[in-house]
């Protein structure tokens, strides 16, 4: 009598699942990487902000708030120690927020080689803009570093301590204003879109909070896009000089 044939063990086994990517590679991952490093920058940019509107209480208190950064922790930290922690955290978000941007926008493309036939109605005109705006601002970082900070390009002659007289010389060049204010409309729209992309990704948004959200994301773009705007805009009115 034939025996009936036995299973392969081999074949009945459940395929072994395939391994989790880690955190990094992942798009929720980096786009909670770009998420946090957002937050970060936003932080940063509220309280520069505020620091930037002490220019309009005179060159003594703008200077003197330019002299209490380098001095910021003392006597714990030695000169200019939480100044560059503080720079050295926000380069990292940069980075990060650079890196992780770039690359789901290379992975978005893979997924989808062919653009659209028919642009997606609802996209605003922030969303559109994201990408370039994101690259307006990091040459515009540059230019900033090397206009105010190290006095490279700064125009006239760079006043080591005497961050008011800089400001002024700067405002002072058509140039000037225009590299700012071009890349401080380009933060604002930056600001809206980011500020909204983060809450969803840090599962922050919900169907009954977006309408706070949305005015969120407009009040801190517009507050800090007139903030920044209005030191160039007194400077060539006459206000601060």
């Known amino acids: 009598m034939a025996l009936a044939p036995t299973r ?10 395939i391994p989790s990517r880690g955190f990094w590679s992942s798009t929720l991952g980096k786009k909670t990487v770009m998420a946090v490093s957002g937050l970060i920058m936003l932080g940063y940019l509220v309280a520069h902000v505020a620091g930037n509107l002490k220019v309009f209480f005179g060159p003594e208190e703008f200077n003197a708030y330019g002299h209490w950064l380098r001095v910021m922790g003392a006597p714990v ?3 200019e120690w939480a100044l ?20 789901l926008s290379r992975r978005d493309l893979k997924a989808r080689p062919t653009a659209y036939v028919h642009r997606r109605r609802r996209a605003s005109y922030a969303t559109r803009t994201m990408r370039w705006g994101g690259v307006i601002l990091a040459l515009f970082i540059v230019w900033h570093i090397l206009d ?3 006095g490279t390009v700064h125009p006239g002659g760079f006043e ?8 002024v010389d700067t405002f002072s060049t058509w140039y000037g204003d225009v590299v700012y204010i071009v890349a401080m409309l380009s933060l604002g729209l930056h600001v809206r879109h980011g500020f909204w992309s983060a809450a969803q990704t840090l599962g922050v948004g919900s169907a009954r909070r977006e309408r706070l959200l949305k005015v969120l994301a407009n009040t801190l773009a517009l507050v800090l896009t ?5 030191v160039p805009v007194a400077v060539m009115t ?3 000089s």
Do not use: C, M
Request: charged share 10%; no cysteine.
């Open 226 to 230: 007139a903030g920044f705007v209005s």
């Open 77 to 79: 930290l030695h000169h």
């Open 84 to 103: 560059w922690l503080v720079r050295i955290v926000l380069l990292a978000a940069v980075a990060a927020h650079a890196v992780s941007a770039y690359q």
């Open 238 to 240: 006459g206000v601060v």
């Open 8 to 17: 392969d063990r081999t074949a009945a086994r459940p395929p072994s699942p």
């Open 148 to 150: 105010l900070t190290t």
């Open 160 to 167: 080591e301590g005497k961050p008011y007289q800089n400001v």
